[in-house]
């Protein structure tokens, strides 16, 4: 059986680390169903999740910067996400194609 090839793959980081640990969590208290509100989210809009598709990671070592998820293709790192913005990058960048700006990490945080 063939499958399709994916149009979108969003990497969800799931990292949730103890208290005392010296790097934060992308999973914190408080937003530790974001994973699953962005299955919901994706279910309810239509996404389709053969072309579109979500995978919960390790760390993507932005850890000051968390919760965060990267969308490939181009490599486009959101930050410090929430419900309200998890649903605006659905609605442009998956369904519409036009990344949220205002939304990914700072240029000069990559190498």
Same mark, same amino acid.
């Given at each position: ?8 793959? +969003?990497?969800? !980081?799931? $990292?949730? *680390?103890?208290?005392? #640990? ?5 999973? *914190? ?5 974001? #994973?699953?509100? @962005?299955?919901? /989210? ?8 053969? $072309?579109?598709? +979500? $995978?919960? @990671?390790?760390?993507?070592? *932005? !850890?000051? #910067? ?16 929430? /419900? =309200?913005?998890? =649903? ?5 960048? +998956? ?9 990914? +990490?700072?240029?000069? #945080?990559?190498?």
């Amino acid at each position: 059986m063939q499958m399709p090839k994916p149009k979108n793959v +969003i990497y969800m !980081c799931q $990292v949730k *680390r103890p208290p005392s #640990f010296p790097k934060p969590s992308c999973v *914190r208290e408080g937003k530790e169903d974001l #994973f699953q509100f @962005t299955q919901q /989210k994706m279910m309810e809009m239509g996404i389709d999740p053969m $072309v579109n598709w +979500i $995978v919960p @990671t390790g760390c993507l070592n *932005r !850890c000051n #910067f968390g919760p965060v998820m990267m969308v490939e293709p181009g490599q486009y790192m959101y930050v410090d996400l929430d /419900k =309200e913005k998890i =649903e605006k990058i659905l609605k442009e960048h +998956i369904i519409g194609g036009n990344p949220v700006k205002e939304y990914l +990490i700072p240029e000069e #945080f990559w190498a």
